[in-house]
């Protein structure tokens, strides 16, 4: 069983940075996609960022150019840095990981970091 636990959400003015990490534990592999999505109140869970063990990213239009995603492998720890946040990247971020999608592995979720971009 993956364990997936996030932390480095907070809240922050328009125009500022913040740092979300996320930590997966329970298995002695690497992880081959690891994931950031978020969901704002009354809106659909969206995907925000991805990146695989080999290192290719994917990013949603919304925070392309503006955040950066980047992970550990031997930790199997990912990371988010977002500048120039705006109120409409207030969401509850998730984590979510799946060491093998072709192998028939699920899909792990962590619980959520709250980020509120306000003035």
């Known amino acids: 069983q993956v364990q997936v636990v996030e932390s480095g959400g907070g809240s922050v003015l328009p125009g500022g940075s913040l740092r979300l990490s996320c930590a997966a534990s329970?298995?002695?592999?690497?992880?081959?996609?690891m994931g950031w999505h978020r969901q704002a109140p009354g809106k659909q869970r969206e995907l925000v960022a991805s990146i695989t063990s080999g290192g290719s990213t994917n990013y949603a239009d919304s925070v392309k150019g503006r955040s950066t995603i980047s992970r550990d492998n031997a930790k199997n720890t990912m990371y988010l840095q977002m500048n120039s946040l705006k109120p409409e990247d207030t969401a509850v971020y998730y984590c979510?990981?799946?060491?093998?999608?072709?192998?028939?592995?699920?899909?792990?979720w962590g619980q959520g970091t709250q980020v509120t971009v306000s003035s």
């Open positions: 979510n990981c799946n060491p093998n999608p072709s192998g028939g592995w699920p899909w792990y």
């Open positions: 329970g298995t002695p592999f690497s992880i081959y996609v």
